[in-house]
């Protein structure tokens, strides 16, 4: 049977970067961290940066083994070469729970608004993501790491 362009099979969850194993996107309490240095230092080498937006699998809140293949900000590097991370969402989120706008950006092909998910740290490995989407500006970056600062005492 021929494939069409449209029937399309989507990849198996083990297929995913940052799905299972060694580089799996694991979600970190992030008043257990430690000492997050932030710098903004995007650099289109292939790596996550902080203040650049890539891809990577996140696991959904409920912990139950699932997730989604999904555009996160990342916001500090780690010693360890891993680097921390904030999910991002095209949908408007309700009152009472900690999202930042963003705005628009290159990293949605629809060109919608965007959001911050700020009550969630996800720790994500270079070879657990898929891609380098772009940089956020400094100005919306700098907002980002100010509100994690006053969450979660990062200084």
Do not use: N
């Amino acid at each position: 049977m021929t494939r069409g362009t449209e029937e399309r099979e989507s990849p198996s969850t083990d297929q995913l970067p940052g799905s299972h194993g060694p580089s799996a996107t694991v979600e970190v309490e992030p008043s257990a961290v430690g000492v997050v240095r932030t710098e903004y230092a995007p650099d289109p080498d292939g790596d996550p940066d902080p203040g650049e937006i890539v891809w990577t699998w996140v696991p959904f809140e409920e912990a139950d083994g699932r997730g989604k293949d999904r555009p996160v900000l990342v916001v500090a590097r780690e010693a360890a070469g891993t680097v921390l991370a904030v999910q991002l969402t095209s949908r408007q989120r309700a009152a009472g729970q900690e999202w930042m706008a963003l705005g628009t950006g290159p990293w949605d092909r629809e060109e919608r608004d965007s959001w911050a998910g700020l009550d969630r740290v996800l720790r994500v490995h270079p070879e657990g993501m898929r891609r380098e989407a772009c940089a956020l500006d400094r100005a919306r970056y700098q907002r980002v790491i100010h509100r994690l600062q006053q969450l979660y005492g990062w200084r």
